[in-house]
């Protein structure tokens, strides 16, 4: 009886580990699904814009597009994840009529999902210099923090502390080529990751085309030395008021494939823009989705 009482509580915590450690790989999977600073027009084009992303959506993507033209923007937005029950708030304003462009942006994300409830704020502030009217370099002083409710015993950890981007882009005749780095302090988390993002892309008469390539140092260190996000996206103004967008984006780390797609409707005051990118296979499923109004200040 002593030995087989023992095989059978050998077999139970064998199965409790087993069970643990799935657990932990799924929300390790699951963490890097979907980060707050993914706007409306981002969505749509699978994420393929660090190298066009100007105006509003460079304060997210790469802050040398907020030096790109001479404009004064602003845009709100909010965002859902369906699969983590995630919410996400977004202002940002950006004023590029002065000599030293400078932009603000807040974004706020609750996860609702019980395996990782957590509230995620990451708040920005911008300075981009233009360059001879064809490029500009950027820099993104930024603050994030994330609280994991105190149930939750595998989460990545806490964060609360200061980082920053840095940025340029230059665009030749229809050509455009952008690089980033983020969160340069290395701040070793998930939704801070240390990386680099290079992009490059054409105008195409009234549309743009861009593929970009990721790589990640520091979401996924204990599993693999690097992740490699790749991702191609492109947008098309139609009766100079609507825009389709469209894109495919793949993750090495973990293994997912999916699609973006999204429409919005501009013109010389306002822009309203939807986004949606839908994981098609691969170590991770989810809907995002998103929903902007921005208005042309001038």
């Known amino acids: 009886m002593g030995v087989r009482a023992t ?13 643990m450690s799935a ?18 027009r981002s969505l749509g084009l699978a994420d393929a814009a660090v ?21 004064f923007h602003t845009e709100a937005w909010y965002g859902f994840a369906k699969d983590l029950d995630r919410h996400v708030f977004g202002v940002v304003a950006v004023d590029s009529t002065t000599p030293i462009a400078g932009g603000l942006g807040f974004a706020w994300a609750y996860t609702g999902l019980p395996a ?9 502030a911008v300075l981009a210099l233009p360059l001879a009217g064809i490029a500009a370099i950027g820099v993104n002083m930024r603050y994030v923090r994330v609280d994991y409710a105190e149930a939750i015993p595998h989460s990545p950890g806490a964060l609360n502390d200061f980082t920053l981007d840095a940025g340029g882009i230059v665009q ?22 240390l990386a680099l993002i290079v992009g490059a892309g054409m105008a195409l008469g009234p549309g743009r085309l861009e593929f970009d390539a990721a790589f990640d140092w520091s979401s996924y260190d204990e599993v693999e030395p690097m992740g490699v996000k790749y991702a191609i996206g492109g947008e098309v103004l139609l009766l100079e008021m609507l825009v389709l967008r469209g894109g495919y984006r793949y993750e090495d780390v973990p293994d997912v494939h999916g699609i973006g797609a999204g429409i919005g409707y501009v013109d010389r005051h306002v822009a309203l823009d939807f986004g949606f990118q839908q994981d098609l ?18």
């Open 116 to 124: 990782e409830e957590s509230n995620f704020y990451d708040a920005r």
């Open 281 to 298: 296979s691969g170590d991770r499923s989810d809907t995002r989705l998103g929903l902007s109004a921005r208005y042309f200040v001038r």
């Open 7 to 19: 095989r059978e509580r050998l077999l139970v915590v064998a199965a409790l580990a087993a069970s």
């Open 51 to 71: 190298a066009s992303g100007i105006s509003t959506t460079g304060v997210f993507l790469n802050p040398a597009g907020v030096g790109m033209g001479s404009v």
């Open 172 to 193: 030749i005749d229809r050509f455009f080529l952008g690089v980033v780095g983020t969160n340069l302090t290395d701040l070793d988390h998930p939704l801070a990751p």
């Open 23 to 40: 657990s932990v790989e799924a929300q390790e999977t699951r963490v890097r699904g979907f980060g707050a600073e993914r706007t409306p």
